[in-house]
Nanobody
């Protein structure tokens, strides 16, 4: 079974940094993208960053561009999200999700606006709390 395990959240002061990890396992397909999403208390889930498995192309939502960096270690099947200059409004549960056939279906930059229902697998989330 495909599993995504998100980790690395915690309590951090404003201006601080964290590195979130999304460990993927249980599959052999190689055309996919992994995205990071977050949901703050009382707010809708928001997509924030994505990376293609095959060529490492990255995408960012405007809300985090310049502060967050997504990367991957294919040997470990792990995607990272380096979150810097954290603000109290970044407080949320952060999730990772996998979208199959990213290149085959030609998503490209449209992944930023894809409905969440199209994602094939979701991790359980890791809580990031930013204190002011």
């Amino acid at each position: 079974d495909v599993q995504l395990q998100a980790s690395g959240g915690g309590l951090v002061q404003a201006g601080g940094s964290l590195r979130l990890s999304c460990a993927a396992s249980g599959f052999s397909f190689d055309d996919y993208a992994i995205g990071w999403f977050r949901q703050a208390p009382g707010k809708e889930r928001e997509g924030i960053s994505w990376i293609s498995s095959s060529d490492g192309t990255t995408y960012y939502a405007d809300s985090v561009a310049g502060r967050f960096t997504i990367s991957s270690d294919n040997a470990k099947n792990t995607v990272y999200l380096q979150v810097n200059s954290l603000k109290p409004e970044d407080t949320a549960v952060y999730y990772c999700a996998l979208l199959r056939d990213f290149h085959k279906l030609g998503y490209g930059g449209s992944i930023i606006n894809l409905p969440f229902a199209l994602y094939d697998y979701w991790g359980q989330g890791t809580l990031v709390t930013v204190s002011s």
